[in-house]
């Protein structure tokens, strides 16, 4: 619910726990609104995601995604939706 109310998101290391520390860190001690960090780790969890999926190649047509956080979560399959 949180991140639905986003107006930025920021670059967060989609590939391992510890490096998206390191980018959410600064934008707490920064200031950044809850809603934008909230959205900026669902894009993150995204991008890792299709990237996976597509193992370097471009993805045509329409992607179902059954099962995973994708499914499960309403705001991923929104921002999934632009990749």
Do not use: W
Request: proline content about 4%; hydrophobic content about 45%.
């Amino acid at each position: 619910e949180l991140a639905k109310d986003y107006n930025v998101i920021y670059p967060i290391a989609s590939r391992c726990g510890v490096f998206a520390k390191t980018d959410i860190q600064p934008l707490i001690n920064d200031g950044a609104k809850r809603s934008d960090i909230a959205m900026s780790i669902f894009n993150a969890v995204v991008v890792q995601t299709v990237s996976v999926l597509s193992c370097g190649r471009k993805i045509e047509g329409k992607v179902a995604f059954l099962g995973g956080p994708l499914h499960f979560y309403l705001v991923l399959e929104i921002v999934s939706k632009a990749y």
